[in-house]
C-alpha cells in the first residue's frame, strides 16, 4: 500500500476509535490515537497476514502489549477485513465479544489476551523463541506503552530475548510521554530508553511514530538485523490527531460525550 493510502487508512482507524469509545461510554483514547499509524502500517504493510485465515501456519504475529489501547487494533482488524467494522461499536458492551482489553478467545486477529502491563511483551518473547525452536519464517511484533516501561518484567523479558538473540522479534514503544497519572518523568522516569534498551542487547532505533515512511523503514532495517531483537522508540502524540484530545493526560482513560465526538470526527476527516 503506498505512503498516502497507509495516511488515510490510519484517519479512518482513528475514526473508528472515536466512534467505538464515544458508543461504548468508556475507553482509553489517548494511547490509542498515538498509536494508530504503527498499527496501521504492521497491519497494512509490515505484516504476513491473512484475513481468510487467522491461524496461517508462519504467520507474522502482533501482541498489543498496552492493551487499553485495544479500541486501535480493533478498528485495524475490522478496516482490514477481519470482521465487520460495525460490530466493533459493541466495544464494551455487556456480552460483546469486543471486551475493554484484547481477548483471544473471541476476536478473530488477536493473538495475545493482554491488558495487564508488561506481561504481553513478555509473552511475545516465548513466541519468538518457540518460531526459532520450530524454524518459522514467520516474525512476532509487539508495541509497549511508555509508561508500561515502569514494569519489572518488562526489563526480565527484554534481557531473556536478547540473551536468546531473538532477532525475529520487533518491538514498537508508544513515546506519548505521558500515562493515566501525568507525564511520565513526573510519575516514574524512566528514561533514557535507548541508553537501557542498548544496554541490555538490543538493537535500537528512533523515529517519529507518526511518520509513515519512517515506521515503514525501521520496520524494514529490524528485519534485517541479524542476531538480536530490535526495538524502535516511537515519538508520538498522546490523542494524535484530534485537537483537544492531543498531549492531555485527562484523554487517557475518558469517552467523549456527543458534542466532543461529532468534533473529533470533524477534525478527522470522517463521517458523522
Not at 493473538?111 to 523463541?129: D, P, R
Not at 534498551?197 to 515512511?213: E, Q
Request: aromatic share 8%.
Amino acid at each position: 500500500m503506498e505512503i498516502n493510502e497507509l495516511e488515510k487508512t490510519a484517519a479512518a482507524i482513528r475514526v473508528t476509535i472515536i466512534k467505538s469509545i464515544h458508543a461504548a461510554g468508556s475507553g482509553h483514547p489517548g494511547g490509542s490515537l498515538s498509536a494508530a499509524d504503527i498499527i496501521t502500517a504492521l497491519y497494512f504493510e509490515i505484516m504476513n497476514i491473512d484475513p481468510q485465515d487467522p491461524k496461517m501456519k508462519d504467520r507474522d504475529k502482533f501482541v498489543l502489549s498496552k492493551g487499553h489501547a485495544n479500541p486501535a487494533q480493533y478498528a485495524a482488524l475490522a478496516e482490514r477485513g477481519y470482521f465487520p467494522k460495525e460490530d466493533v461499536m459493541t466495544l464494551r458492551k455487556l456480552g460483546s465479544k469486543f471486551q475493554g482489553h484484547p481477548n483471544m478467545n473471541y476476536v478473530p486477529g488477536i493473538e495475545m489476551s493482554t491488558g495487564s502491563l508488561g506481561q504481553g511483551f513478555s509473552t511475545t518473547v516465548g513466541m519468538a523463541l518457540a518460531y526459532k525452536m520450530d524454524k518459522s519464517t514467520g516474525r512476532i511484533y509487539t508495541m509497549l506503552g511508555d509508561g508500561e516501561m515502569q514494569e519489572g518484567i518488562v526489563w526480565e523479558a527484554a534481557m531473556a530475548a536478547a540473551h536468546y538473540g531473538l532477532d525475529n522479534l520487533t518491538a514498537f514503544v508508544d513515546w506519548n510521554g505521558l500515562q493515566i497519572d501525568g507525564r511520565n518523568d513526573d510519575v516514574m522516569k524512566v528514561a533514557p530508553i535507548a541508553d537501557k534498551f542498548t544496554a541490555f542487547g538490543w538493537h535500537v532505533i528512533s523515529i517519529n511514530g507518526h511518520n509513515m515512511k519512517q515506521i515503514l523503514a525501521a520496520a524494514d532495517e529490524a528485519k534485517h538485523t541479524k542476531g538480536q531483537p530490535t526495538v524502535i522508540i516511537a515519538k508520538t502524540i498522546k490523542g494524535k490527531g484530534v485537537s483537544f484530545m492531543e498531549d492531555q493526560a485527562g484523554w487517557h482513560g475518558k469517552a467523549p460525550n456527543d458534542d466532543e465526538c461529532a468534533q473529533a470526527i470533524r477534525e478527522l476527516g470522517g463521517e458523522q
